[in-house]
């Protein structure tokens, strides 16, 4: 069983930054593959950016690029987003998810493991 705890959403001006982090626990966690999603309000959830267990290989929403960075520290079993640049339309509860494939996150979105979220929000 994998435990996945998200924290660093809050309230940012736009134009600003944040820094999300998701722990991660459990047999094997550093093999895993994460990635983070989104969810804003009345929309459904939305694929962001996910990352190889290794760290070599990541992949980026179009609307994110050049905005956002995802990284991981297996020392530490925890990846990041970077937010930068953030835009109103960033609003919304971020998830991170972990899975043994990549292309699960990146593809099919349907990652074995979710954490419950953390909320973002932009404002104007």
């Known amino acids: 069983q994998v435990q996945l705890v998200e924290s660093g959403g809050g309230l940012v001006q736009a134009g600003g930054s944040l820094r999300l982090s998701c722990a991660a626990s459990?047999?094997?966690?550093?093999?895993?593959?994460m990635g983070w999603f989104r969810q804003a309000p009345g929309k459904e959830r939305a694929f962001v950016a996910a990352?190889?267990?290794?760290?070599?290989?990541?992949s980026h929403a179009d609307s994110v690029k050049g905005r956002f960075t995802i990284s991981r520290d297996n020392a530490k079993n925890t990846v990041y987003l970077q937010m930068n640049s953030l835009k109103p339309e960033d609003t919304a509860v971020y998830f991170c998810?972990?899975?043994?494939?990549?292309?699960?996150?990146?593809?099919?979105?349907?990652?074995?493991?979710w954490g419950q979220g953390t909320q973002v929000t932009v404002s104007s």
């Open positions: 998810a972990g899975d043994r494939s990549v292309q699960t996150i990146v593809v099919r979105h349907t990652p074995d493991y």
């Open positions: 459990g047999r094997g966690v550093s093999r895993y593959a």
């Open positions: 990352i190889s267990w290794s760290g070599g290989g990541v």
